[in-house]
């Protein structure tokens, strides 16, 4: 199976008042079709490196971090940061990501249509059936006309869902989708979440504080623990995948 992500020894240095935090990666590799959860308590360090994956945010520094969506040829990530090119990271997360922010990050002007449909009118896909296809898997057809300050959270979340879904992108990146719900409601988002994925190949990242939830879920987790660093000062978050 080919790998979709192939990290070796990547970092992210933050410098907070009173301390530094260094998010490091020593190995990950995620391959194709993989249902992936980063695993850690909050403020270890899933967000930054969900940001890093997604080509958001510069690491620090890098040994080897590549990038091969959809069998295209390896793009070197830190490479592209180093030369500025910019343009060229946006336009593969335009095409082959997905990502459901921890907010849902809904624009509270759109519709919910119009919210699901964003990720297709970039691309300047069709309408096809497929906003509503997804609203209706999701329980969301009847909010379809709202706009999302009207919605439950767990309605919102669903709408976040259906927009990384919606232009049917490979990989699918998620930060605690389902962390302003109950269990239960948790539980019955994530596994249609899970349940179209799988429908269309999707390789999902998402980052989550409950192994044993992702585990119950089918999930391969990635965990993350706290190591001391020989630098003076500086606390290592180290994610071993």
């Given amino acids: 199976m080919s790998l979709v992500f192939k990290l070796r020894d990547v970092r992210k240095l933050r410098i907070a008042e009173g301390a530094n935090f260094c ?9 194709a079709g993989e249902k992936v959860a ?17 080509m958001v945010l510069r690491p620090s520094s890098v040994n080897e971090f590549v990038f091969a969506p959809d069998g295209k040829v390896p793009l070197d ?31 509270p002007f759109l519709t919910v249509w ?19 296809a997804l609203a209706k898997t999701l329980g969301i057809r009847r909010q379809l006309n709202k706009l ?8 919102r979340q669903r709408v976040a869902i259906a927009r ?15 962390a302003a719900v109950d269990p239960v409601q948790a539980k019955k988002i994530m596994g249609v979440f899970l349940g179209l994925a799988e429908e269309l190949g999707t390789t999902v990242i998402v980052a989550s504080h409950n192994t044993q939830f992702v ?6 987790p990635v965990r993350q623990i706290f190591r001391p660093s020989k630098k003076k000062g500086v606390i290592n ?4 995948g």
């Avoid at 998010?23 to 391959?31: C, E, F, G, H, T």
């Avoid at 978050?237 to 071993?240: A, E, I, L, N, P």
């Fill in 23 to 31: 998010l490091v990666v020593p190995q990950l590799d995620i391959a």
């Fill in 38 to 54: 980063l695993v850690g308590e909050s403020g270890c360090g899933k967000s930054t490196l969900l940001d890093m994956l997604v």
């Fill in 77 to 107: 990530v830190w490479l592209a940061w180093e030369t500025s090119r910019w343009n060229v990271l946006s336009d593969l997360r335009k095409q082959y990501m997905g990502y459901v922010l921890q907010t849902g990050g809904l624009l």
């Fill in 114 to 132: 119009d919210n699901i449909n964003l990720s297709r009118q970039i691309l300047s896909m069709p309408d096809d059936g497929t906003v509503r």
């Fill in 148 to 155: 999302p300050g009207i919605l439950s959270v767990g309605e």
């Fill in 164 to 178: 990384a879904l919606a232009h049917r992108p490979p990989i699918v990146l998620a930060d605690e989708p389902t």
């Fill in 215 to 220: 585990v119950q879920l089918g999930m391969r």
């Fill in 237 to 240: 978050s180290v994610f071993q």
